[in-house]
């Protein structure tokens, strides 16, 4: 987690040395704690699978910081079909893998400080060279979050955000 400033929290009054420019959710929003019992189901920090169906990968949905050289990362998962994700966990450990064509998803987490769901955006997942977790674009619509990756976001924005993730404030 890369940091720009210190935060003074809005919800605790309390200072805060960094500013955290970066937020990762653990599974994808369909995933269950009864689901880490079934056989055909699957969750780590990178992949899951649920009941041998539905198949999704976390990434990287990256926001430029107006006036910054930095981004704001969300860690989001994303559903793709059988065959894409077959194709991403053959090529998971395979040098040139950056080379694949994206594959298209749907958005499968919810994210907080948007005023409409961000679930089921379509969305292209980039693959990423070994090691880096691929970089999830949002289909370029009006939604906030797409209008947010495509002109870039506030550092109030940002302290808004921590606000909001960090204490439960609401937006």
């Known amino acids: 987690m890369r940091n720009i400033t210190g935060h003074t929290c809005g919800s605790c009054g309390r200072p805060h040395e960094d500013l955290p420019l970066s937020y990762r959710t653990a599974a994808p929003a369909p995933w269950t704690d009864d689901l880490a019992d079934d056989p055909n189901s699957e969750l780590t920090a990178d992949l899951c699978v649920i009941s041998g169906r539905h198949f999704f990968v976390q990434g990287n949905l990256e926001i430029p910081i107006i006036g910054r050289d930095e981004v704001f990362t969300w860690g989001v998962w994303v559903s793709l079909s059988p065959d894409s994700f077959a194709r991403t966990t053959d090529l ?40 880096r977790k691929p970089y999830v674009e949002v289909e370029p619509t009006d939604h ?3 209008v947010e990756q495509r002109t870039g976001i506030t ?11 960090q204490h439960g404030s609401r937006p």
């Open 155 to 165: 550092t109030a924005r940002i302290h808004h955000l921590a606000d909001l993730l």
């Open 144 to 146: 906030p979050l797409a």
């Open 92 to 131: 998971w450990d395979e040098p040139g893998r950056e080379s694949e064509r994206p594959y298209f998803g749907w958005l499968s987490t919810e994210l907080a400080g948007y005023p409409v769901s961000t679930l089921n955006l379509k969305t292209n997942v980039h693959t990423r060279p070994v090691g």
